[in-house]
């Protein structure tokens, strides 16, 4: 419960009155107010500036410092204030907090400092509101990346027993850490270099000799290419080699990019190895030549530059599919209206539509080759069009595409707060967590806290009650009396989710096995009502719970053999449930229905052995007392 | 092609005159009449008047509640379930100028109605509430919508598991109980007579009388 709706709770209370005509049961006792009921303002004292405050508006958030008793270790008897000697500045959005129950961040504040503060006063950062929350968790992680970069930049220097294989590992990611990778590093950039340009030069035309016509440069010295060929594929096999057995998880390896483009580049060489005597096979053969071009791909481990290209090309892509489809559509529109439009004229080179694709890309474009132009009025007409339009087409994404860049820039960044908005789920079950003291968890709680009270009210240990009364604030026990009137108005009860689960689980099982007695259901409301009139709320042990049906629909016969099976399990049992049975039996006495309710509520197996010595005599009473009223 | 770009710019900018009216919106302000009114108005007293605003304004710095910030409050207390169609009647139910908003006044009449007034005028009030179109008789239907809103807040984790005709089964009671003369409404007085012969409620409208 946001204790900023705490003004609220005497208005829930009061609405309440409009349950009560409809409700069949009295309803719970309100919860008495001890303290003394007018407020005081309370001086909070932060070196030196006095901040002035009521009393409840710190109360609202009994969890943390300033909510709770832990105060009083600051207080100043002489002054009568509170003294906390923290940094004032901070302190006012602190105390903005428990006056409008939204934590800010504010911006000209270390982050550090800020969070220091926080944990001081007992606040958790993942209260920040909306308005401020994304701010602090960016400033955060720069500031934890930072830290972390320092720190690698001290780890580098530091290498205290790496293996061989990790030690080569790091050499070929980072070629600054040694002379040797720097070295390895600037030899494959170069022959990466060398056989890019031998893969360009062999096409050349050079020297025209007497004897032989005009060829490239391959032809003519075909064995100096191999040679150069063949020693660039060894360096880069040996390369790629290096790098498998060195890296640390070789499937990961083998799946990425950079290997691939590895094994593209080196394979055409031993396909051609193998296959150069078969004439059929050559024209394949050149083909594969092409790969060899790959090889420039290699620099992309050598350039930052083209990495991050790759990586923005890659985000931007459904901006440039989007872009591709348009054109498509527009390419097939204008190649279809000008093919008919030019249908008619003699000798044209609109041939068929997908010829007229050409021209269209060359209009629209703006290249205008030449090679295919309308002859018709009509294409030309349609021609002008398209190279207008064309015009718009390929000038408005650009700065599209621009301020893509830009952005796919700060979403880089901001690819971790994609991660933030599962984080974002965490962090609202981390709130929840915290506040568990007001939530219906801490109802359900407070229910079995008083349950146990009213059993040991009944055994008479006095000193366990006092343990039990924990300090839950009046705030909370007025919730929960509140909670508690709309049970009893609807005569259900609020039961966790995983006893919710299992109750789902019995009764499908139940509806199986039995027929349910149609009274069981009539008599629903009331039923409830009057069994537990006797305050006789007989929990059973979660180890029973899968007999729990019997509340249900059960007939008598098989209410018997479950709690038959209830009294065997007994023995295993904490003895807080044993007590239990044996106020079952009471209850039952007093109550005139022929069904027997059991509500559950798991009662946590605290180690209490106070009581376990005079478990053992009750148990076979308990049992044997069970079996007799289920045998009505 | 450009037809597609209109479109594209029109997802764009569609939400510029929506903003502009929330702001509008939001300039509503409202300040209460004096304490020395309320103080006649109300059974406050001074002190208790003071406590009630300063909560009251905290919550709802523009000095007025409308029915979406109602529903969030009131749904704050009931974390299991769903508690905006009972918090939708009893907006209804505090809103007795019908302005869509409830105001300090609006807010502290109905209090001093729930918490210090007789318990004639609890029972009014409660059957103002249930009386959802206000014609002066409850139908099965009016109780039946506010059976269902109660038992939503109840949330669907409850023991015993809450069935489709828990609400209606309750409301036969409820007729069952309050109807005197069996023509299927229950008029005020039929309310008031039942209420009043029955101890459980009687002992229950008490039961809130020192929450302030």
Known sequence: ???????????????????????????????????????????????????????????????????????????????????????????????????????????????????????????????????????????????????????????????????????????????????????????????????????VIETVPCGATPSQKDMPCGERYTIAFFCMDTACVLIFTVEYLMRLFAAPSRYQFMRSVMSIIDVVAIFPYYIGLVMTDNEDVSGAFVTLRVFRVFRIFKFSRHSQGLRILGYTL????????????????????????????????????????????????????????????????????????????????????????????????????????????????????????????????????????????????????????????????????????????????????????????????????????????????????????????????????????????????????????????????????TSRSSLNMKTDDVGLINCKGSQITTAIISIPTAPSDTTDGGAPSINTTASSNVIKVSAL | ???????????????????????????????????EQLEALTRFNRKELQILYRGFKNECPSGVVNEDTFKDIYSQFFPQGDASTYAHFLFNAFDTDKDGSVSFEDFVMGLSILLRGSVQEKLNWAFNLYDINKDGYITKEEMLDIMKAIYDMMGKCTYPLLKDDTPRQHVEIFFQKMDKNKDGVVTIDEFIDCCQNDENIMRSMQLFDNVI
């Not at chain 1, 205290?160 to 720097?182: G, V």
């Open chain 1, 1 to 199: 419960m946001a204790a900023g709706v705490a003004a609220w709770l005497p208005f829930a209370r009061a609405a309440a009155i409009g349950w009560m005509p409809v409700a069949n049961c009295p309803m719970p006792i309100a919860p008495r107010d001890h303290r003394k009921r007018h407020d005081e303002l309370i001086i909070l004292n932060v070196s030196g500036r006095r901040f002035q405050t009521w009393r409840t508006t710190l109360d609202r958030y009994p969890d943390t410092l300033l909510g709770s008793s832990e105060k009083q270790f600051f207080y100043d008897e002489e002054t009568k204030e509170y003294f906390f000697d923290r940094d004032p500045d901070s302190f006012r959005s602190i105390l903005n907090f428990y006056r409008t129950g939204k934590l800010h961040y504010p911006r000209y504040e270390c982050i550090s400092a800020y969070d220091e503060e926080l944990t001081f006063f007992g606040i958790i950062p993942e209260i920040i509101g909306d308005c401020c929350y994304e701010e602090y968790k960016d400033r955060k992680r720069e500031n934890a990346e930072r830290l972390q970069d320092d720190q690698d930049d001290n780890k580098d220097c530091k290498l205290p027993n790496m293996t061989y294989r990790e030690t080569m590992w790091r050499a070929f990611e980072n070629p600054h850490t040694s002379t040797m990778a720097l070295v390895f590093y600037y030899v494959t950039g170069f022959f990466i270099a060398i056989s890019v340009l031998t893969n």
């Open chain 1, 314 to 573: 890659k985000s931007c892509a459904s901006e440039l599919g989007f872009l591709l489809f348009s054109l498509t559509m527009a390419i097939i529109i204008f190649a279809t209206v000008m093919f008919y439009a030019e249908k008619g004229s003699s000798s044209t080179k609109f041939t068929s539509i997908p010829a007229s694709f050409w021209y269209t890309i060359v209009t629209m474009t703006t290249l205008g080759y030449g090679d295919m132009v309308p002859k018709t009025i009509a294409g030309k007409i349609f021609g002008s069009i398209c190279s207008l339009s064309g015009v718009l087409v390929i000038a408005l994404p650009v700065p599209v595409i621009v301020s893509n860049f830009s952005r796919i820039y700060h979403q880089n960044q901001r690819a971790d707060k994609r991660r933030a908005q599962k984080v974002q789920k965490a962090r609202l079950a981390r709130i929840r967590i915290a506040q568990t003291g007001s939530s219906c968890t801490g109802f359900l709680q407070s229910k079995r806290n008083d349950l146990l009270n009213e059993l040991l009210e009944l055994t008479g240990s006095e000193e366990e009650e006092q343990q039990l009364n924990k300090g839950m604030s009046l705030l909370e026990s007025q919730h929960h009396h509140l909670l508690h009137c709309l049970e009893k108005t609807t005569a259900h009860e609020f039961v966790d989710e995983q006893l919710y689960e299992q109750n789902c689980l019995e009764t499908t099982i139940q509806s199986y096995t039995s027929r349910s007695p149609s009274f069981s259901s009539q008599d629903g409301p009331i039923g409830t009502c009057c069994t537990r009139r006797g305050k006789m709320n007989s929990p059973l042990p979660n180890s029973s719970l899968p007999l729990q049906p019997s509340h249900q629909q059960g007939s008598l016969q098989e209410l018997s053999a479950l709690h038959i099976q209830c009294g065997d399990k007994l023995p295993h049992t």
């Open chain 2, 1 to 35: 092609i450009s037809f597609l770009y209109t479109c594209t710019a029109v997802l764009i900018f569609p939400n510029i005159d929506s903003v502009e009216d929330e702001l509008e919106l939001s300039a509503v302000r409202h300040r209460p009449e004096g304490l």
